[in-house]
Every structure is written in structure tokens, then in C-alpha cells.
């Protein structure tokens, strides 16, 4: 374990050491499994959803998977629960056209909206992100979480100096990466250093089926126990972004920035709203002269033919 111990950072963050448990796909496991585990616990969790597949079955890697409906999703938000977007399709957006990024990203946080919850983060679909992934996704959301599929980067401190706050790092974990004291240590790190924790977990099972993506409910209640003993606060996204959202952004670029974006663009599609309304109000008196003279030219034409 020496040898492969992560670099930890002796500067302390501004969270004062935070986890968030996100669940992607929005999974039945999750409302079935993991949810009641997480009551019990007096925490609260965040599920990122895929639109397409909301009550239906989806065909993942690993095989066939329930994802939960409607009233789930509803019943999880009105107990603390955050719901976040986890694109329409699951497509790899890195390998999209930009209209492509933006169809996915766009219409899964409106068909959420317009089911009653409130949309602050997106997930992007195995990790994949890049600058037209931000771009597009900047103008929706406040947040964007991304993953790490190994254990070679468990630096408590990579998200207290994000540089930006579409790029969440996150950890996966399944019973393929579970060491408790790997966690044990990775867990008294984030004390230490007063860092946040994003935890990133697809399945929660009783029992664990070989070469899936999953993790014991036994060992989701270890890390559940870790979590308390270390005295770490449990929070969804949304909850880290209002009460944070002053320190991150890095260092020069504080997310205050990105609100100046967002108000720019409001600005700007209102203006062209506006723009549009004078046009046609223009084409509109135009064509009211238009045919003011096309009249009086039928009459003198009627005159003259007299």
C-alpha cells in the first residue's frame, strides 16, 4: 500500500471535508437498495438520470437494468434527494457532433424540469467530456461531474482547486476497487485536508453478481460508518454549489464568472427576442403601407381606364 499511496497536498481546502454519493442511471437498486441503507443513515444522495429510459429497462454493459419511474424519482426528491441529468441516451458525447451534445444534454434537463425537479448538475455518460461538452453544458447547469475509473488518482484535494466546475472529479466504486483501508485512509485525507468527496456508484446489491458494476450492500454500509466516524458532512451537488460555489472555480476564475456568462447570455437572447419583435413590428407597418398603395394604385389604374 506504500508504494501506491496517492500525493496528498498539505494545503487545506475550503470544504472542511464533505462527501456526496451520486448514483448514476437512476437505477431501481437504487431506490430499492441503496435509498432506504442511506435513511437510515440520516444521509441523502444524489441520482443522475437518463431520460430516455425513465420506468423502462435499459440495456447497460453489464446486461439488462430496471431504472426507475417517475413517482420514484419525485418521492426521492421530496426526502432530500437531488436529481441531476445523466444525458437522454447514454451516448458517448465526445464522439457526438455538437448538435448532437446539445440535443442530449438540452432536452434531458427540460424533460426534468418539466416533471417538477430541479436540475443543478449533469453526469457525463463514462466519463467522456471535452471543451464542446463544457461549452454546451455551461449554459444549462451549474455543475458537471466526471469520473475516474481507477483508484491511481485519490487526491482528497483535486476538487478544492477545480478549474472548473464542469469537470467534477469522482471516484468509482465497486466491488472490483473496494479496499477498506484504502478508503479508510483516502476518507481521513479528506479530514485532513478539508476536501469534498465525490463518490460515484452505479449499483447497490445484496448480492453481487461476478464482473458487474457493483458494491455490496455490507461494504456500502463500512463506507456509510467510515463516513460518520470521520465526522464528514453528507451532501448532494446542489447543496456543495450554494454553499460553496464563492470558492470554486480556481483561484482566478471564481464561479461568479460564470454567473457574469449565464446573465450574458440571457441578455443577449432577450435582446434578440427583442430585435425580432421590432422586425416583424417593421415588416408588420411595411406591409400595412404596401397595401395602402397597392389600393390607390388599383384606384387610379380604375381611373384612368375610365
Known amino acids: 500500500m ?15 471535508g464533505i462527501v456526496t454519493f451520486t448514483f ?10 441503496a435509498y432506504p441503507i442511506m435513511k437510515q443513515w440520516g444521509y441523502r444522495g ?4 437518463l431520460t430516455d429510459f425513465v420506468g423502462r429497462v435499459w440495456q447497460g454493459i453489464a446486461g439488462s437494468v430496471q431504472l426507475m419511474g417517475w413517482n420514484e424519482l419525485k418521492q426521492l426528491e421530496e426526502d432530500g434527494w437531488e436529481v441531476g441529468s445523466h444525458t437522454a441516451s447514454h451516448g458517448n458525447l465526445v464522439a457526438m457532433s455538437y448538435a448532437e451534445i446539445e440535443k442530449e444534454l438540452v432536452s434531458s434537463k427540460a424533460i426534468l ?27 444549462d447547469y451549474h455543475m458537471g461531474r466526471a469520473a475516474i475509473s481507477s483508484t491511481t488518482r485519490w487526491d482528497p484535494f483535486c476538487n478544492c482547486q477545480v478549474e472548473d466546475i464542469f469537470q467534477i472529479d469522482s471516484i468509482s466504486l465497486s466491488e472490483k476497487v473496494f479496499t477498506e483501508e484504502r478508503l479508510a485512509e483516502y476518507l481521513s485525507a479528506v479530514v485532513d485536508t478539508g476536501a469534498w468527496a465525490v463518490f460515484l456508484i452505479h449499483d447497490v446489491v445484496n448480492r453481487v453478481s461476478e464482473g458487474a458494476d457493483q458494491l455490496s450492500t455490507a461494504n456500502f454500509e463500512k463506507l456509510l460508518g467510515m463516513v460518520r466516524d470521520r465526522g464528514l458532512r453528507v451532501m448532494t451537488m446542489a447543496e456543495v454549489y450554494h454553499e460553496f ?22 441578455r443577449y437572447r432577450l435582446g434578440y427576442i427583442v430585435l425580432l419583435a421590432l422586425r416583424f413590428r417593421l415588416l408588420t407597418k411595411l406591409g400595412r403601407k404596401l397595401t395602402v398603395g397597392t389600393r390607390i394604385g388599383r384606384a387610379i389604374l380604375s381611373n384612368i381606364s375610365r
Open 245 to 266: 460555489h464563492w470558492s470554486m472555480g480556481g483561484g482566478s476564475k471564481p464561479l461568479e464568472d460564470a454567473h457574469g456568462y449565464y446573465n450574458r447570455v440571457l
Open 24 to 33: 448514476d442511471e437512476g437505477r431501481m437498486s437504487t431506490y430499492e437498495v
Open 2 to 16: 506504500a508504494n501506491d499511496k496517492p500525493p496528498y497536498r498539505e494545503s487545506r481546502g475550503p470544504f472542511g
Open 113 to 139: 424540469e418539466a416533471h417538477g425537479h430541479k436540475i443543478t448538475a449533469v453526469s457525463y455518460p463514462g466519463g467522456g467530456v471535452d471543451a464542446r461538452v463544457i461549452e454546451i453544458a455551461g449554459r
Open 46 to 49: 444524489l441520482v443522475f438520470v
